[in-house]
């Protein structure tokens, strides 16, 4: 830009240009009514939504016995080498074997057998391994997992568009008549920290599925250990629990959440306002 042209142009205290502020003031304030419009529809359909979660968490409880009883009437199922990595049986080692071996290494020739491993042929597994029974069924899990997942990934992004719309309705700091911007500034923290406590319910599938895949893989290396069975629907019944109390605390955190932001609403949309309390109410 020229620089008689940059002379004229008129900036704002902040720096910027009077068209320039008035452009992001124009998105600011769009963004600011995308935020709120998001929060009035979580207010709205607050009722709807715990009474979601209140469902979930009663079925939860119903298919936890379905799931426990589906354990227990596992019945041992024929394993094959496609799914079980369990360990061959030993070949005999005879004197005529070793003999053969070191004279095939004196000689320069590998004592490895020469077929390729591709075609080489499968061998015969162990009658304990055949007869291994499969891991208990966690399909029922698995689904639950995924929906508390997906639940606890929605209501997040809903406080987080709370979270920021409090944010960006903070006023300038002045001196003095800071009382309503301090609420402003704790209802923000509060949410923030639920929001926190959400994560942990959306990371309960990959922490489950890590867990029982390496319970799994020491269930079939051990497979002469009989606790493994055991320790793997331990573990199942240990995640029904987990899933029975985050239901149970999603309820709370929106809760919560609404009650955080219905009792300061006014102070959140106007800190300054002398008409109202300065202090967050629960």
Same mark, same amino acid.
């Given at each position: 830009?020229?620089?008689?042209?940059? !002379? *004229?142009?008129?900036?704002?205290?902040?720096?910027? $240009? %009077?068209?320039?502020?008035?452009?992001?003031? @124009?998105? #600011?304030? &769009?963004?600011?009514?995308?935020?709120?419009?998001?929060?009035?529809?979580?207010?709205?359909?607050?009722?709807?939504?715990?009474?979601?979660?209140?469902?979930?968490?009663?079925?939860?409880?119903?298919?936890?016995?379905?799931?426990?009883?589906?354990?227990?009437?596992?019945?041992?199922?024929?394993?094959?080498?496609?799914?079980?990595?369990?360990?061959?049986?030993?070949?005999?080692?005879?004197?005529?074997?070793?003999?053969?071996?070191?004279? !095939? *290494?004196?000689?320069?020739?590998?004592?490895?057998? $020469? %077929?390729?491993?591709?075609?080489?042929?499968? @061998?015969? #597994?162990? &009658?304990?391994?055949?007869?291994?029974?499969?891991?208990?069924?966690?399909?029922?899990?698995?689904?639950?997992?995924?929906?508390?997942?997906?639940?606890?990934?929605?209501?997040?992004?809903?406080?987080?568009?709370?979270?920021?719309?409090?944010?960006?309705?903070?006023?300038?700091?002045?001196?003095?008549?800071?009382?309503?911007?301090?609420?402003?500034?704790?209802?923000?923290?509060?949410?923030?920290?639920?929001?926190?406590?959400?994560?942990? !319910?959306?990371?309960?599938?990959?922490?489950?599925?890590?867990?029982?895949?390496?319970?799994?893989?020491?269930?079939?290396?051990?497979?002469?250990?009989?606790?493994?069975?055991?320790?793997?629907?331990?573990?199942?019944?240990?995640?029904?629990?987990?899933?029975?109390?985050?239901?149970?605390?999603?309820?709370?955190?929106?809760?919560?959440?609404?009650?955080?932001?219905?009792?300061?609403?006014?102070?959140?949309?106007?800190?300054?306002?002398?008409?109202?309390?300065?202090?967050?109410?629960?």
């Amino acid at each position: 830009m020229p620089e008689p042209a940059r !002379k *004229k142009m008129k900036r704002t205290g902040t720096g910027l $240009s %009077t068209s320039s502020r008035e452009e992001t003031d @124009r998105v #600011l304030a &769009k963004h600011k009514e995308t935020l709120h419009e998001k929060m009035q529809v979580f207010l709205d359909n607050l009722p709807a939504l715990t009474t979601r979660y209140h469902e979930c968490w009663e079925r939860v409880k119903q298919l936890k016995v379905t799931g426990q009883a589906q354990a227990a009437s596992a019945t041992p199922a024929a394993m094959t080498t496609t799914n079980s990595p369990a360990h061959p049986p030993a070949k005999p080692s005879t004197p005529t074997h070793k003999a053969e071996a070191k004279k !095939k *290494k004196a000689d320069g020739e590998s004592h490895f057998p $020469s %077929t390729p491993l591709a075609t080489a042929a499968p @061998r015969e #597994l162990p &009658k304990e391994a055949r007869d291994l029974p499969q891991p208990p069924d966690n399909s029922l899990l698995l689904g639950q997992l995924a929906l508390v997942k997906s639940e606890a990934d929605q209501l997040e992004k809903q406080l987080q568009a709370i979270t920021e719309w409090i944010a960006l309705m903070v006023p300038t700091i002045k001196d003095e008549d800071n009382a309503g911007v301090e609420v402003q500034m704790q209802v923000h923290s509060e949410l923030t920290s639920l929001a926190k406590e959400i994560e942990a !319910k959306y990371e309960l599938e990959s922490e489950y599925i890590e867990g029982r895949a390496n319970i799994e893989s020491k269930y079939y290396k051990h497979f002469l250990a009989p606790s493994w069975i055991k320790l793997l629907e331990k573990h199942d019944q240990n995640r029904w629990d987990d899933l029975e109390i985050a239901w149970k605390e999603l309820v709370r955190i929106t809760l919560n959440a609404y009650t955080l932001v219905t009792n300061n609403l006014e102070k959140l949309k106007n800190p300054r306002s002398q008409s109202h309390s300065s202090y967050m109410t629960m």
